[in-house]
């Protein structure tokens, strides 16, 4: 076990120096103050309309729901390609320039150079996601007076979402070249978000092929179920309800808590298996 | 030793089969006499090609091992199997006296790997940093170890420096000092000088040299052969996955010269008969004429000679007179017969290209 927080410091210090960390901040930073603005506008432009006398059919605590529904699906986006594209070389880029050649021979097992991998990325998005959702609830809170409910609920259940892709991307780079593990693992990220609206258009019109295809998605990549999860724990309000307004990024009925345990057994499945595939591997 | 010989190798291993019971003992592993390196009828095969075919070798505590043999052998594959990175198809192997993969045994084994490559985004320090907290060093040995391996392997300034900027021949000198940093008991090094220069070259041989000193078990992969023959106590040649020489070195380059040969007005008819009394290895014979005088057979018709003629033979110690005797006997006049060690390229060379020019 000591071998995987080797690692895992080692995958936090690479993360660093080539300079991942200073550029996810960097962008992070725009986005958050993009956000912030967008945020303010909408609150002023609302008080303006109200100062008018023509006062939307919604109170702003709806606006201010919605957007902060899309400030976490934004930050549940960025870290999924985060997850994605940090980790799609993990095995296999240190396998093609044979950099494990020097550390596999070491007194670590092959188990612990996975997880020690998966956990040095798994701690940098837990620790990002956490980072942008509490600037997300910030920007809410201080320049639109609104605060979600379940908001840790929600805020781990996005860091959830990046731990399934990170595992799934860890799994594909014990099999596939970097640039074919990053291709597939993004095409079946984006067929899963096709599948969850796919599957709300289901439920809404009452059709059960479309409902069953989006499930069938969710559990081939369950990442944007749980995503769904999220945002409705983020929009369940007692007063009134805000899912009167339909977005592809929100969700309106509740994903059954089945598809959360799946998700988290998912995610600890593809590591096991990786670390099984890999330490069967010859370097 | 003296049984062994090109065409009946030595292979120590078949002679000695391990007890059962001795793989398993947790005594010590640098008190345990067991052989560093064994290894019984390895077999790799990845699908249908084989990479090494039946290899078995034994290697002692101390030795410094000469692993030889030409491009696709299987030497590479042998050594990343014994360094867990490529997993046998069968046969059996211990390391320091243990099996396979034991961590114990991983603690005191160092390997440069044939390529390399490493992380170059490190600092030189870091680098053995992040190695000797693989090897399960403490904060402290880290501190002591790191100096004295950047120092052993001429890299002392250069520890703040980030790989990136380091030549091919620093890389594979810091390779060397990650290999060296745990006080390893065994020391694989593959290819270690490709990428030195002469001095670098000397260098490694220092290093070996040091290590040897220390009682330390060094095996040596070198396409080198000089580097070989100036540091290595045995040898094994490989070819087709198998193992083909092995033994001393004195042992295999004793026993037998080579000598140089030098003469002029050699009837053709004496060539046939040195080619069949005597090994020739390489004969280089120039213009044809007549012999001068009476030609030595008596007959009358004129006899084909060859106006110059170098030729390299192998002989067993005492056969150098009877060697001339024939020549001279056969009418060639001799200039030359330079007796020369025989060198490992010589013996690789013979091995290596089926059973030699015999």
Redesign the interface.
Known sequence: MGGALILARFTFREAIRKKMVIWVLVLSAIFVGLYAYGFSSLRSNYLERVADGQEPPFGFAVFAGVMTVLGFYTVNFLSGVMAIFASVGSVAAEVDAGTFHAIVPKPVSRWEIVLGKWLGYALMLAAYVSLMCLSVLLVARYIGGYTPPNRVAGSALVVLVSLVLLSLTVLGSTFFSSLTNGIIVFMLYGVALMGGVVEQIGEFLQNDTLTSIGVGTSLVIPSDAVWRTASYLLQQSGGFSIQAIQTPFTASSNPSNAMLVYAVFYAAGALGLSTWVFGRRDL | MQGCSIERPCVYASRHPIETGRLMTKTSLSLDTSPAIYVEHLRKE?GSKVAVQDLSLQVERGEVFGFLGPNGAGKTTTI?ML?????PTSGRLSVLGRPLGD??A??R?G?L???????E??RAEEFLD??G????LSRGERKQRIPEALKLVGLEGRSRSRLRTFSKGMLQRI?IA?AVLADPLLVFLDEPTSALDPLGRRDVRDIIRTLQERGVTVFLNSHLLGEVEAVCDRVAIIKDGEVAALGPKAGLLGGEHVVEVWVTDMPERLLHEVRRRYRVVGAEARGQGQARGPAPTGGRAPVAVNTECRLSLHLSNGEAPALVELLVGGGARVHEVTPRQRSLEDLFVDVVQVGGDR
């Open positions: 990845y990343k360094n867990g990175l490529v997993r961590r114990e991983k603690k084994i390997f790997p044939e390529l390399f490559r490493f992380h985004w490190m992040f190695h907290s693989l090897y399960g390779g990650q």
